[in-house]
């Protein structure tokens, strides 16, 4: 098995920022969370925010779009440099979902991942868990959202050109 540094624990990976805008908050609480702070900006002025602020799980699902748009910049670059990167398998879950502060309208939010470790799994053998932190902080470095997620990883294997 042949560990990329990239996925060495403690290895931190910048996956990019997004800004919230209040356009696109009310867009994705309508589908999915449509509680009155996230899609009334009148009425989130009397709740316990204070104002209009993006739904946890929209940070949360801009933390994967980040996160698989890196992944493919990491594929192609690979590609162009002829190496080979590990195959991703599924998710078997995460926990440790935290919304520290909200999202208001106008946040730039900055979205990273860190590497906790891998171990290797009895019952897939070739595979592994690959273990990760992933974070979301505001433009002063404020943590806004945090959670521990793993999934499964297959190591290149040496002389294995497949």
Request: proline share 6%; charged share 25%; with cysteine.
């Amino acid at each position: 098995m042949i560990i990329d540094p990239v996925f060495e624990p403690g290895t931190r990976r910048e996956l990019g920022s997004h800004v919230f805008t209040a356009e696109a908050i009310i867009d994705f609480a309508r589908q999915f969370d449509p509680q009155r702070f996230h899609i009334d900006a009148e009425a989130a002025k009397d709740s316990i925010f204070g104002g209009l602020c993006a739904s946890g799980w929209h940070t949360a699902a801009t933390w994967m779009k980040l996160n698989l748009a890196s992944n493919a910049a990491e594929a192609k670059l690979a590609d162009a440099e002829g190496r080979s990167l590990p195959e991703f398998g599924p998710s078997p879950g995460f926990r440790n979902l935290r919304w520290f502060k909200p999202v208001f309208a106008g946040d730039e939010i900055f979205y990273s991942r860190t590497v906790r470790g891998t171990r290797p799994l009895a019952s897939r053998p070739g595979w592994s868990i690959l273990e990760l932190t992933s974070e979301a902080c505001d433009k002063d470095g404020e943590l806004v959202m945090s959670f521990d997620s793993a999934a499964l990883i297959r190591f290149a294997v040496a002389g294995d050109d497949t």
